[in-house]
T-cell receptor, first 112, second 113 residues
């Protein structure tokens, strides 16, 4: 089942912060974050494996709350280069095996 | 290091014509391979994935098919294109074991007229 991302879109001024959320109705094994710039392929940012884990990539960090079945992506002091669509991908496991599904994406626009 | 190639980069085809898109991966063995389609301004729709030669799983029934004739080659085909087949087609690979971080190719932009 596809995870839910919020907000659907956000507009920022350069230097402002933003948070993108990703939540699932199923227990999560891992959460992956990708960024896709306009006209390009998605690029892997980071993966979170453990409950409560936090990771960072440049001034972008993420947390993973296993209990709440959700992850949040934090963009600090945003730069123009952060503009794009952010997708979370959630990995779940059940008796039938692993399942990986991308969320619908959050469009981020950073203005000068 | 691993690289993934897709071609062609762009394609304009008339309705009813056939389609063949190719994806190849270098620098890894026995990868999982995926085909996604992305309509303009929309999310990633998984079309097919493969865990090995000749092993294809279809996620969405449609007029497209996929084949994996070699370990690192993945082909997306259609006998007759529809207008709704227009979109950005992305191939991706991941390792077989462990968490499935997917790495995307540059994509093929298809316009069906």
């Amino acid at each position: 089942q596809q995870p839910v991302q919020s907000p659907q879109a956000v507009i920022l001024r350069e230097g402002e912060d933003a948070v993108i959320n990703c939540s699932s109705s199923k227990a999560l094994y891992s959460v992956h974050w990708y960024r896709q710039k306009h006209g390009e392929a998605p690029v892997f940012l980071m993966i979170l494996l453990k409950g409560g884990e936090q990771k960072g990539h440049e001034k972008i960090s993420a947390s993973f709350n296993e209990k709440k079945q959700q992850s949040s992506l934090y963009l600090t002091a945003s730069q123009l280069s952060y503009s794009g669509t952010y997708f979370c991908g959630t990995e779940t496991k059940d008796n039938y095996g692993q399942n990986f599904v991308f969320g619908p994406g959050t469009r981020l626009s950073v203005l000068p | 290091s691993q690289t993934i190639h897709q071609w062609p980069a762009t394609l304009v085809q008339p309705v009813g014509s056939p389609l063949s898109l190719e994806c190849t991966v270098e620098g890894t063995s026995n990868p999982n391979l995926y085909w996604y389609r992305q309509a303009a301004g929309r999310g990633l729709q998984l079309l097919f994935y493969s865990v090995g030669i000749g092993q294809i799983s279809s996620e969405v029934p449609q007029n497209l098919s996929a084949s994996r004739p070699q370990d690192r080659q993945f082909i997306l085909s259609s006998k007759k294109l529809l207008l709704s087949d227009s979109g950005f087609y992305l191939c991706a690979w991941s390792v077989q074991q462990g968490v499935e971080t997917q790495y995307f190719g540059p994509g093929t932009r298809l316009l069906v007229l």
